[in-house]
Nanobody, 120 residues
Framework: QVQLVESGGGLVQPGGSLGLSCAASGIIRNIYGMGWYRQAPGKQRELVATITSGGRTNYADSVKGRSTISIDNAKKSVYLQMNSSKPEDTAVYYC??????????????WGQGTQVIVSS
């Protein structure tokens, strides 16, 4: 059973920084990429940033230039650092992993989500 466990988040001051971590566990044959998505109240889940195992990144325009996603393949972990936080960054942040588990079956997996609130 593959699990993704997120940590970080919480209350952040406007203009402040937040850091999120996510670690994958279970029988994992290969990780192709990992990423972060978010869902604000009343809105659809949207991409924040993704990264391949080779380090190729993709960012949403709303966070580009103030966010950094990184991956540690050995630790099966992905990280998100976001600076200059804005109230509109308030959302539940979900970790995502594109990986092959036992028998090399490839699927997308999701974490349980971690709440980020940007407010003074």
């Amino acid at each position: 059973q593959v699990q993704l466990v997120e940590s970080g988040g919480g209350l952040v001051q406007p203009g402040g920084s937040l850091g999120l971590s996510c670690a994958a566990s279970g029988i994992i044959r290969n990780i192709y990429g990992m990423g972060w998505y978010r869902q604000a109240p009343g809105k659809q889940r949207e991409l924040v940033a993704t990264i391949t195992s080779g380090g190729r990144t993709n960012y949403a325009d709303s966070v580009k230039g103030r966010s950094t996603i990184s991956i540690d393949n050995a630790k099966k972990s992905v990280y998100l650092q976001m600076n200059s936080s804005k109230p509109e960054d308030t959302a539940v942040y979900y970790c995502n992993a594109d990986l092959a588990s036992r028998n090399w079956v490839r699927n997308a997996y999701w974490g349980q989500g971690t709440q980020v609130i940007v407010s003074s």
